[in-house]
T-cell receptor, first 112, second 116 residues
Framework: GNSVTQMEGPVTLSEEAFLTINCTYT??????LFWYVQYPGEGLQLLLK?????DKGSNKGFEATYRKETTSFHLEKGSVQVSDSAVYFC???????????FGDGTTLTVKP | EAGVTQFPSHSVIEKGQTVTLRCDPI?????LYWYRRVMGKEIKFLLH????????ESGMPNNRFLAERTGGTYSTLKVQPAELEDSGVYFC??????????????FGPGTRLTVL
């Protein structure tokens, strides 16, 4: 079956530091890949997505590239802000199956 | 356009009691999903409705959980009787008719269930 493995957290960074959260996946077929974010006290929000190999998703300064050869979708941001503190989830969705498979989530804390 | 809404936002009950969670999907979305996050672990799939029919309920943990989707609109998830291990955050998501390439799901804020 499908599975997603995320870098273990929590992650604590200083403001303006570089962020990488690793994500690798196992899936049959050609899944779509997602990063979701959950800010404190809020629900899940889609941060970015990529639907095929070599696609790069980007939003709010975050980026992730769909790497089929390494089955990875690592999240990066060049300069984090305090407001980026949240829980980040990597996920995949097989269009045929419909449901999404999530990683464990990585808690990011950015300190001023 | 209103997003996915869930009610209640928090529920605290005692072991053995019954709790019913409600999800209102985005209007016009045929697909409705329930997920659960327990103890800071991954968000796990519970089940998937297409309109009023259960498309996939492979993630339902046991027969204490009953999900319905009346008339293909809102959905309820009932836990009866609740056990301690049912504590967690229950998320609902909806999406339009499954597309050819990907299935973007819109999530609700979740219901935090605590069983004492």
């Amino acid at each position: 079956g499908n599975s997603v493995t995320q870098m273990e957290g929590p992650v604590t960074l200083s403001e303006e530091a570089f962020l990488t959260i690793n994500c690798t996946y196992t899936a049959t077929g050609y899944p779509s890949l997602f990063w979701y974010v959950q800010y404190p006290g809020e629900g899940l929000q889609l941060l970015l997505k990529a639907t095929k190999a070599d696609d790069k998703g980007s939003n709010k300064g975050f980026e992730a590239t769909y790497r089929k050869e390494t089955t990875s979708f690592h999240l990066e941001k060049g300069s984090v802000q305090v407001s980026d503190s949240a829980v980040y989830f990597c996920a995949l969705s097989d269009w045929n199956a419909g449901k999404s498979t999530f990683g464990d989530g990585t808690t990011l804390t950015v300190k001023p | 356009e209103a997003g996915v809404t869930q009610f209640p936002s928090h529920s605290v009950i005692e072991k053995g009691q019954t709790v019913t969670l409600r999800c209102d999907p985005i209007s016009g979305h045929d697909n409705l999903y329930w997920y659960r996050r327990v103890m800071g672990k991954e968000i796990k799939f519970l089940l998937h409705f297409v309109k009023e029919s259960k498309q996939d309920e492979s993630g339902m943990p046991n027969n204490r959980f009953l999900a319905e989707r009346t008339g293909g609109t809102y959905s309820t998830l009932k836990v009866q009787p609740a056990e301690l291990e049912d504590s967690g955050v229950y998320f609902c998501a909806s999406s339009q008719e499954q597309g050819r390439f990907y299935n973007e799901q819109f999530f609700g804020p979740g219901t935090r269930l605590t069983v004492l």
